[in-house]
Each structure stands twice: as structure tokens, then as C-alpha cells.
């Protein structure tokens, strides 16, 4: 059974920066993609940035590309999220996810948050101003 866990979550002041990780265990995790989503209260869950399964390929929503920076380490089977020069618009839900395709060909589709198979419990980032 595959699970995925978040951590790192927590508050910090508008300026300031976090480190999301994400823990996957139950199948070869460096085969499959990774992504980061959230939602904030009464907005619909949107993506925040996703990762090939090889760690070559990256990409990121608008509004964090500059300022957050996702990789992996799959010796570790974690995934992370760098998150600088925070804002209280990036106050959020974070969920990870991660992939149910083996080693899917890396695309725009990897946006979509119904191409996850697995995610994690989500973990709560607030940004004060």
C-alpha cells in the first residue's frame, strides 16, 4: 500500500521561507512523478509545482515560480518544497501527491490533480502579514 506523509508545515511571517517534505513508501519511489497542490479556504485545490519521476523535469505554477523550488532525493523516497519570499496569498492546505503512472512521460498533464493516484493528508501553511 502506498502512503504519503507531509511534514514541515507551520507559520511564518510574509518575507520569510519554509521546507515542505514529503515521504512515500510502498512501491520504487524514483518511478514515479511527484507534484504539490493546495487549497486554501473556499478556493478549489490548484498546483503549486510537479516533478518527473527522474527528478530531470520540473515545473510551476505562476504565481510561486521565482520563489519555490521543488526536487527529490529518491535515495531518501522524499520529495520537497522549498518555499521562499512567502506571501499571505500562499497561505494554504499543502498536499503531496504522487503519481500512479510508472515512469509517465513527463507533460503538462502531470497540472491535473486527477492524474494522482496517492496523496498525503495535507499540512497547513500560514503566512502572517
Known amino acids: 500500500q502506498v502512503q504519503v506523509a507531509e511534514s514541515g508545515g507551520g507559520l511564518v511571517q510574509a518575507g520569510g521561507s519554509l521546507r515542505l517534505s514529503c515521504a512515500a513508501s510502498?512501491?520504487?519511489?524514483?518511478?514515479?512523478?511527484m507534484g504539490w497542490f493546495r487549497q486554501a479556504p473556499g478556493k478549489e485545490r490548484e498546483v503549486v509545482a510537479f516533478?518527473?519521476?527522474?527528478?530531470?523535469?520540473?515545473a510551476y505554477a505562476d504565481s510561486v515560480k521565482g520563489r519555490f523550488t521543488i526536487s527529490r532525493d529518491n535515495s531518501k523516497n522524499t520529495v520537497y518544497l522549498q518555499m521562499s519570499s512567502l506571501k499571505p496569498e500562499d497561505t494554504a492546505v499543502y498536499f503531496c501527491?504522487?503519481?500512479?503512472?510508472?515512469?509517465?512521460?513527463?507533460?503538462?498533464?502531470?497540472?491535473?490533480?486527477?492524474?494522482?493516484?496517492?496523496w498525503g493528508q495535507g499540512i497547513q501553511v500560514t503566512v502572517s502579514s
Open positions: 501527491a504522487a503519481d500512479g503512472q510508472i515512469r509517465r512521460r513527463y507533460g503538462p498533464t502531470l497540472a491535473n490533480h486527477y492524474e494522482y493516484d496517492y
Open positions: 510502498g512501491r520504487t519511489f524514483g518511478n514515479y512523478a
Open positions: 516533478i518527473s519521476w527522474s527528478g530531470s523535469s520540473t
